[in-house]
């Protein structure tokens, strides 16, 4: 049976004879399905399509891996070494040897995870990869689990898989969108993984938070709100987005606060 991929997503569903009717990940609100309908795609043909792993050390400890040409949402990983093992973060639609390889050197995999479910690409191909290594999914997210496996493992509110290395459910785009904290980061000042819980946005100077990023649906200030209260406890300097050139090299948690107060200041504005 065949592991089919959602073309728009990069999403991997379950195991199946022929390609599933609808990725109810696209058909929901948030994401978005093509004009000529669903489309669905595997490993296999993606490479043969000529698709390939990239990876690039971004600091100390931290690498990005990539897929070029780029596929689905187009996010990169983030994988983050630790002396007591590694995340992998966001990972695409796509991985090949090259990338296990690559992963392999560095130290492999103690756990799998995303921000969200936009961006749980192929994570169970990592997983087996790596001999069964947990996929952390926030239980609120349950339901967009496409591809089931005993390997996937549910948390909520915190949790830390590696020492140094949190997750935290903030809420906002998903339930359960979560970020990383990764205390050691950005020379020990700390840096924010964030995808699209937090996302860094065209200028790199600020955030935004969307209920639907391709679709334009706000949030409401309860929500915002609740993301900044859920970070609040981390210090951070940096803040790595979902993509190669979203990121917030320095000064991110006044830019985070700044960019809140903006969408807040927004919300308040009536014009009678
Ligand atoms: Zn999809
Ligand atoms: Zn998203």
Do not use: K
């Not at 020492?163 to 359960?176: A, E, I, N, S």
């Amino acid at each position: 049976m065949t592991a089919w991929i959602c073309a728009t997503c990069g999403v991997q569903h379950v195991d199946t004879p022929g390609p599933p009717r609808t990725c109810p990940i696209c058909a929901d609100e948030r994401q978005w399905v093509p004009r000529d309908g669903q489309r669905w795609t595997t490993l296999e043909e993606l490479a043969a399509a000529g698709h390939r792993t990239v990876s690039r050390e971004l600091e100390p400890n931290l690498v990005g891996i990539g897929v070029e040409p780029s596929f689905g949402i187009g996010q990169r990983a983030l994988l983050v070494r630790t002396p007591a093992g590694n995340l992998l973060w966001d990972p695409p639609g796509f991985l090949d040897d090259a990338a296990i390889a690559r992963v392999r050197e560095l130290g492999g995999l103690a756990a799998v995870a995303a921000s969200h479910p936009h961006f749980y690409g192929v994570q169970v191909e990592w997983s087996h990869a790596f001999g069964g290594a947990p996929v952390l999914v926030p239980e609120a997210d349950r339901e967009w689990v496409m591809r089931p496996d005993p390997a996937v493992t549910f948390w909520a509110g915190t949790y830390s898989p590696l020492p140094g290395v949190t997750l935290v459910q903030c809420g906002g785009h998903f339930d359960g969108s979560a970020v990383v904290h990764w205390r050691d980061g950005a020379d020990g000042r700390g840096a924010l993984f964030t995808g699209d819980t937090i996302t860094v946005v065209a200028d790199r100077h600020h955030v935004s938070f969307m209920r639907s990023y391709p679709n334009l649906i706000p949030l409401p200030a309860e929500e915002i709100e609740r993301i900044l209260a859920a970070v609040a406890p981390y210090a951070y300097d940096r803040v790595y987005g979902g993509w190669w050139d979203r990121v917030i090299e320095d000064g991110a948690e006044r830019a985070v606060r700044r960019s809140a107060d903006r969408y807040l200041a927004w919300l308040r504005v009536h014009r009678p």
